[in-house]
């Protein structure tokens, strides 16, 4: 294999988590070279509309006062001694408090998996691979991939979303592309290379 394969993915590659650029190593095909490869941008309340979003936020604020207000009169209790009082904060945190730490637990899973998960684009495909809760490859090939739209939240972050065959190449909406104008740039290159190299030839 070419030293040149070598060298251009390891560059590409040097983002990634160690273990992660090796999973992504062990699907790339013979004389396949990474351009852009990244590490998701976890957005937890992406996917939900503003008002949900909010409310989730407000829910882990009120769990949180809640937590506090259940450990006050907890630790009230045991110094103390048995009080009625100390027992309705109790009882109005408790609900919140358990809330909050499923929605806490929610957004730490979002984190992991993004955390273990990369966008690759190369010289062949675009690929999505994840890596937690179990590994899963999305791959796009280049003849495939139609109408690529970019939408940057920011220079580091955005989305990246193109039509591809009859398959739906929407991203996950709870994560985000980052550095999203040097992937849409790698995919365009790809794309751009594959019509170049499918494109008939006319005779000189």
Not at 30 to 57: D, K
Not at 98 to 116: D, F, M, N, P, S
């Amino acid at each position: 294999m070419p030293n040149g394969f070598h060298d251009t993915a390891a560059d590409a590659l040097n983002s990634l988590p160690a273990e992660t650029a090796g999973a992504v190593r062990a699907e790339l095909r013979a004389g396949e070279q990474v351009t852009y490869a990244a590490v998701p941008v976890p957005m937890p309340y992406a996917q939900f509309t503003p008002s949900v979003a909010a409310l989730r936020r407000i829910e882990l604020a009120a769990g949180a006062l809640g937590l506090a207000c259940v450990v006050v009169a907890m630790v009230m209790l045991a110094t103390s001694g048995f009080d009625s009082a100390y027992l309705m904060p109790i009882l109005i945190g408790f609900g919140p408090a358990i809330g909050a730490i499923v929605e806490w637990l929610r957004i730490r899973r979002v984190q992991r998996e993004a955390a273990r998960s990369a966008y690759v684009v190369t010289n062949q495909r675009a690929i999505l691979l994840e890596t937690s809760p179990g590994r899963a490859l999305r791959a796009v090939e280049a003849r495939d991939i139609q109408e690529i739209y970019s939408w940057p939240t920011s220079a580091a972050r955005g989305e990246i979303r193109f039509r591809g065959g009859a398959g739906s190449t929407d991203e996950p909406s709870r994560w985000f592309v980052p550095n999203p104008r040097s992937c849409e740039a790698a995919m365009r290159a790809l794309t751009d290379s594959s019509r170049s190299a499918g494109a008939p030839q006319t005779a000189g």
